[in-house]
């Protein structure tokens, strides 16, 4: 009889509490319970949609005990802590909210039992000093401050098995040979005695055509906890590829547990055979070297409990024909259906441990352990190719602070020492080097590249947003002085008003009436900043206001993507803005809006993206008159094969003159970096915005977008 699971979903109900009770809620009365759903968040429950505390949740359900069976209740997921009872004997108490967290019961168990459990999500108000474990659903510039993530938030689970129970399997391609894979397996158990037990394997293709792989290993048990390893051979493998490169074949792994010739245990889920490794922060995935797009991927909802399969398919259908190939979890852990579609869709993720900004000393050994737990969960999921320890291990308490003493307290933590990176982090990344040597693993996200000082990691720039920064120029001779800082920038980006069908789901449609506050307060959004860079208080009604930020946002944004495009492998390896949705309703940095309605900027992206992309790069889109500019034309192809291309240029004058007009053609070499197809001279003779308009063709895709170059008065 292999494992049994089942999911206690039904009869929850939930009461806030005001201490521990050691489990027994018998005195309560009943009108004090409130039937709730489970998984869910108790702000989702209209009552307590403003509470933050304690909870307690409380189910009853039945079980048919067997005889010489074992069974263990799963949590999957549990903001924040938890402490647990079964029948009112303590189960124990835990910690993290992504952790799963199993606990034998089979000596507690009955046919008629109740389970509950006391749940705490505690707001953490001095930002600079945090010790939860939460990262973006606590603390964040792009979160609803007045949420609180509290709850069961995944199925609590009651698990039925034989008398040697698998904890984990963990599966790891170890080497890619012509026409045989060699994986290393790593079996936990816990056994009630030492025995021999014997692996039975079954390969499965899941998405492809292909033979079905079956093998047996042997391996020794210990009593109680135990870890057992081994290699297993799988011949003419079929390899998991990210979309753009190829099929993300998938096997189907079955592994079965069996003693004394009856199954104990069984498991199975889904795996894809590959390689991946980063060479200078340049990324090879399967042996080929490739180039990286994408962006930041924030919670799929602030209530994480409501996502969905479809939503996830979604998002990472909307990402593949944005030409993205990677998405980076931003500081959390997303909801298991996420890995699931991306392994399937062919989608890359950089997966970020949810440590935002700054926290207190005291969170180092929870932040050890649950680290350990982030890889094991996560491991056999072929999309999540790089680790990262920490976003952005800076002195942060609000974006938009940008008073002196905060840039300073800022600039020391970022150019000098702090506990977090220095110490936190780098305890962290050797964790996981120790549980994972199969994968990369970055420190923390946004270390900059100092010479003699410091060699950095990805790097972070937001030129042309915060005023700590500075403007587009300043970036642009920073990156002249200091090229490292280009090999791989995973954040840049400025905000925007959703289109206007969401927008006026959250705020009025009249712009006078608008609640400014709440915007800031509940949305996102950054006023000040916005006024920095453009006069946005005098927009005349809302659409003017939309079309302003949006079409700011994706200037902003093509100018980063063409500069870094233009230093594809010299040094660039990849290209992550920030951000790809709203997980809430919002005035923010994304290209898609909470509902997932295309801004503008998302329609930029995709073209900034595209495999084969001709752009050009001027030192300065704006000219004094009687100067005069160059403008060299460039082409990039990212795909693994060559194509044929012809490309048309023009450039045309304010009163519509056409003062340029070539034709090329061109064979792209497979995954060819930036190359020069031409170079215009601008010498205007007028003030006003000269255009240049480019077009590429190829047997199978077209392209077209426009530069506007303007030229002053004076």
């Known amino acids: 009889m292999t494992r049994q699971i089942t999911q206690l979903t039904h009869h929850w109900r939930m009461t806030?509490?005001?201490?521990?009770?050691?489990?027994?809620?018998?005195?309560i009365a009943d009108d004090r319970w409130v039937s709730c759903v489970v998984p869910s968040h108790w702000q989702s429950e209209p009552l307590f949609r403003q509470y933050v505390g304690r909870m307690v949740y409380q189910t009853r359900f039945a079980a048919h005990i067997q005889p010489d069976r074992r069974y263990w209740l799963r949590l999957n997921g549990v903001f924040y802590y938890c402490r647990a009872w079964l029948n009112d004997q303590e189960l124990g108490r835990y910690e993290g909210y992504f952790t799963p967290h199993t606990c034998e019961v089979t000596h507690v168990i009955a046919a008629d039992n109740t389970l509950t459990l006391e749940v705490s999500c505690p707001e953490e108000h001095d930002k600079v000093n945090k010790r939860l474990i939460t990262g973006v659903f606590s603390?964040?510039?792009?979160?609803?401050?007045?949420?609180?993530?509290?709850?069961?938030?995944?199925?609590?689970e009651l698990i039925e098995t034989g008398p040697a129970h698998i904890r984990n399997l963990l599966l790891t391609t170890h080497h890619i040979a012509p026409h045989q894979a060699e994986l290393r397996f790593r079996l936990q158990t816990d056994a009630v005695h030492a025995c021999r037990a014997d692996v039975h394997w079954r390969f499965a293709p899941r998405n492809f055509a292909g033979k079905v792989?079956?093998?047996?290993?042997?391996?020794?048990?210990?009593a109680r906890q135990h870890e057992a390893s081994g290699l297993l051979h799988i011949p003419d493998p079929q390899l998991w590829w990210s979309h753009d490169l190829g099929h993300p074949a998938l096997y189907q792994v079955t592994a079965t547990l069996i003693i004394n010739g009856q199954i104990s245990d069984e498991v199975s889920f889904d795996f894809g055979i590959r390689t991946f490794e980063m060479k200078n922060w340049i990324p090879y995935l399967n042996g080929r070297r490739f180039f990286m797009k994408g962006n930041n991927y924030p919670p799929t909802d602030t209530r994480i409990a409501t996502t969905t399969r479809a939503r996830c398919a979604e998002d990472i259908r909307l990402a593949r024909e944005c030409h993205m190939n990677v998405l980076r979890v931003h500081a959390h852990v997303a909801h298991p259906d996420l890995y699931a579609e991306a392994d399937a869709q062919g989608m890359l993720i950089w997966q970020d441990f949810p440590l935002q900004w700054i926290y207190r000393r005291e969170v180092l050994e929870p932040a050890k352990r649950q680290v350990r737990e982030m890889v094991q969960l996560l491991h056999n999921h072929p999309s999540v190719v790089i680790w990262c320890m920490h976003n952005e291990a800076v002195h942060v308490a609000s974006t938009s602070d940008e008073r002196l003493l905060t840039k300073l307290r800022t600039y020391w933590s970022v150019f000098v020492w702090n506990w977090n990176r220095d110490v936190l982090d780098t305890t962290l990344q050797h964790e996981v080097a120790v549980e994972d040597s199969s994968r990369p693993s970055v420190r923390s996200s946004g270390e900059y590249a100092i010479p003699l000082w410091h060699k950095g990691t990805d790097t972070h720039f937001y030129y042309g947003w915060y005023m700590i920064y500075g403007k587009l120029a300043t970036w642009?001779?920073?990156?002249?002085?200091?090229?490292a800082n280009t090999r791989f920038v995973t954040e840049f980006g400025a905000q925007s008003f959703p289109n206007h069908e969401s927008a006026v789901r959250f705020m009025d449609a009249d712009v006078h009436k608008i609640d400014w506050a709440k915007l800031q307060r509940q949305h996102s959004f950054q006023p000040d900043i916005l006024a920095y860079w453009m006069d946005w208080r005098r927009a005349t009604d809302l659409h003017q206001l939309i079309a302003l930020t949006q079409q700011y946002q994706s200037h902003i944004n093509r100018h980063y993507i063409d500069r870094l495009r233009l230093r594809k492998y010299r040094p660039t390896g990849g290209i992550v803005p920030f951000m790809f949705h709203d997980a809430n309703p919002a005035v923010s940095w994304s290209i898609l809006d909470y509902w997932r309605v295309p801004k503008q900027s998302y329609y930029?992206?995709?073209?900034?993206?595209?495999?084969?992309?001709?752009?050009?790069?001027?030192?300065?889109?704006?000219l004094a008159h009687g100067t005069s500019v160059d403008i060299p034309i460039m082409v990039v192809n990212d795909a693994p094969h060559e194509v044929a291309v012809t490309i048309e240029i023009r450039l045309c004058a304010p009163d519509d003159r056409e003062l340029v007009k070539v034709r090329h053609t061109r064979t792209l070499p497979s995954d060819a970096m930036a190359m020069r197809v031409d170079e215009l001279r601008l010498q205007p003779d007028m003030p006003g915005h000269y255009r240049v308009q480019l077009q590429m063709r190829s047997a199978h895709d077209e392209m077209a977008q426009e530069y506007l170059i303007t030229v002053s008065d004076a």
């Open 604 to 622: 930029a992206m995709q073209m900034a993206f595209r495999p084969q992309y001709l752009f050009c790069v001027v030192e300065s889109e704006t």
């Open 476 to 483: 642009q001779q920073l990156i002249k002085r200091f090229p």
């Open 139 to 156: 603390h964040w510039d792009s979160l609803d401050s007045t949420t609180n993530p509290g709850g069961v938030w995944l199925p609590v």
């Open 213 to 222: 792989h079956t093998l047996t290993t042997t391996v020794a048990l210990a």
């Open 16 to 27: 806030p509490t005001n201490g521990f009770h050691q489990g027994n809620y018998t005195a």
